[in-house]
């Protein structure tokens, strides 16, 4: 068999997660792949773990995600990263492993559900401080010459000391385009694979 890989990347090259993290349960569904919460066998801290089927189509996405996490995530408001883990599974088929930070309080969206449910209005103090915290995220994002392309509740993830981070770059690209004088010099591939407009792109 030849090695997975992607662009520049061998996938299975990284190390088999089953020797330091294991599966506590499931947490929720990313762009690629479920979440679980997951065990450090070796000091007991937890951490979430998105599990991605590594699928042909897919490598290019996988390969951004990793490098972006890899580069930019020691920021107060990205999501940690702590590694990439491949595992070889005969039966059910390969699996790649990004393990992230644990987020305990859930996303935005959870979190305005929770209101709403009980018939309640989110407090606009807790708005300002949720999106000043999101976006420093993305300052930092743009400041790297990056763009997120998927900014929303689901991927803005809370945690129980009041951390504020960004989640889930699939979609995410460099920075390619620049606009001189009004008009668009270069432009990076657009989200929805439509001319550029407002709502695709912004």
Not at 28 to 47: E, H, M, Q
Not at 107 to 114: F, I, M, P, Y
Not at 167 to 182: H, T
Request: glycine fraction near 8%; charged fraction near 25%.
């Amino acid at each position: 068999m030849l090695p997975l890989t992607g662009k520049t990347i061998i996938f299975d090259s990284f190390p088999d997660p089953s020797d330091t993290w294991e599966i506590i349960e499931t947490i929720g569904k990313g762009t690629y792949g479920k979440v679980f919460k997951v065990l450090n066998k070796k000091n007991g801290s937890k951490a979430a773990v998105k599990i991605l089927d590594p699928v042909h189509d897919i490598d290019e996405e996988i390969e951004a995600e990793y490098n972006i996490l890899k580069a930019l995530s020691d920021h107060p408001n990205v999501v940690k990263f702590y590694g990439m883990y491949y595992k070889k599974d005969v039966k059910n088929g390969d699996q790649l492993w990004l393990v992230l930070e644990l987020c305990n309080g859930g996303s935005v969206t959870d979190l305005v559900k929770g209101f709403l449910k009980r018939g309640e209005r989110m407090n606009e103090l807790i708005i300002a401080y949720i999106l000043r915290e999101a976006l420093m995220g993305l300052q930092h994002l743009h400041e790297n010459k990056t763009i997120h392309r998927d900014i929303k509740g689901n991927n803005i993830l809370l945690t129980t000391e009041g951390g504020v981070k960004l989640v889930d770059f699939a979609n995410l690209k460099p920075i390619m385009s620049i606009f001189k004088w009004g008009k668009l010099m270069q432009s990076s591939q657009n989200h929805q694979g439509r001319p550029f407009t407002l709502q695709a792109d912004v």
